[in-house]
């Protein structure tokens, strides 16, 4: 194909392919295109919490002292409006879980910390990947989410198949998809200490929960043969569309290139 000298010479990332599943067509004004990016009020509230953490761990905040770094750098960092919502003040609900988080965090749970936001060059198959590891512990990967919460009920019928989904350490369930970045990370986890990590976890910050998983082989080796998979789509793929899935409120609110996209109502109508 005609685009194949530029994808020949990505740097791949588990956020460039996670994007092409998404959306397609963000995808191609992102990456191909390299059209102009905007952050949205998401971003930057995730970009505030994963600061404070961040210094947290490198000891240039004490815990008694999140709070008041988080209080006073918000405003520095969340600079976009939050989307109306008919039910409740979003920006309000935001600004309150990040001030009910710091205001009871307690560190780590005596977690030693060997490295905190490295970011590390690696291969999966025959394709170069870069990486960014929040929090990098003797036998565990940590990575920050500022996400809601996800698929935590306990298995029912009314689930999709029990295959898809895995137990955590504390005895809930959640969809294997949610561990693919960090089953990723621990190629140069391994190649930094010599063994892959026994424990994957997720901070979820908003809503002061984690999520641990074991280190499985099996999912391991899916998430290496998915990201293969997704590059070998991306250069087959004919023509960029907007993904299937694609909700409106993420088109409109969310999509980093929102102003450069027709489906949008931010869409500022000069590039196609």
Known sequence: MVMDFIIDDFLWSFSKIDTFQR???C???????????IEG???????????????????????????????????????????PNAYVDLGEKYYNQ???YFESFDGYDDR???????????????????????????????????????????????????????QMLDGRYIHKDNWKQLYMYSIPFKNKYG????LLSLNMARVKDWYTVKF??????EAEQWAINKITEIYNCEKFIRGNDTSDFWC?????????????NSYLGVVE
């Open 23 to 25: 959306c397609p067509l």
């Open 27 to 37: 995808f191609y004004f992102q990456y191909i295109k390299c059209f102009p990016s």
């Open 41 to 83: 009020c998401f971003g930057q509230y995730g970009s505030l919490i994963h600061d404070c953490l961040e210094k947290y761990a490198l000891g240039e905040l004490a815990e008694y002292e999140l709070l008041s770094y988080y209080k006073d750098n918000y405003n520095k960092f969340v600079t976009e409006s939050f989307p």
């Open 98 to 100: 990040g001030y009910d």
């Open 112 to 166: 030693k910390i060997l490295a905190v936001e490295q970011e590390y060059k690696f291969k999966i198959g025959d394709y170069n990947f870069t990486g960014v590891i929040d929090l990098e512990c003797p036998n565990e990967i940590i990575d920050t989410k500022t996400k809601a919460e996800q698929h935590l009920t306990r298995l029912t019928k009314k689930h999709e198949p029990k295959e898809n989904y895995i």
């Open 195 to 198: 063994k892959y990590p026994n």
């Open 216 to 221: 499985d082989e099996k999912l391991f080796k």
């Open 252 to 264: 409109e609110f969310v999509c980093s290139q929102r102003l450069n996209c027709k489906y949008s």
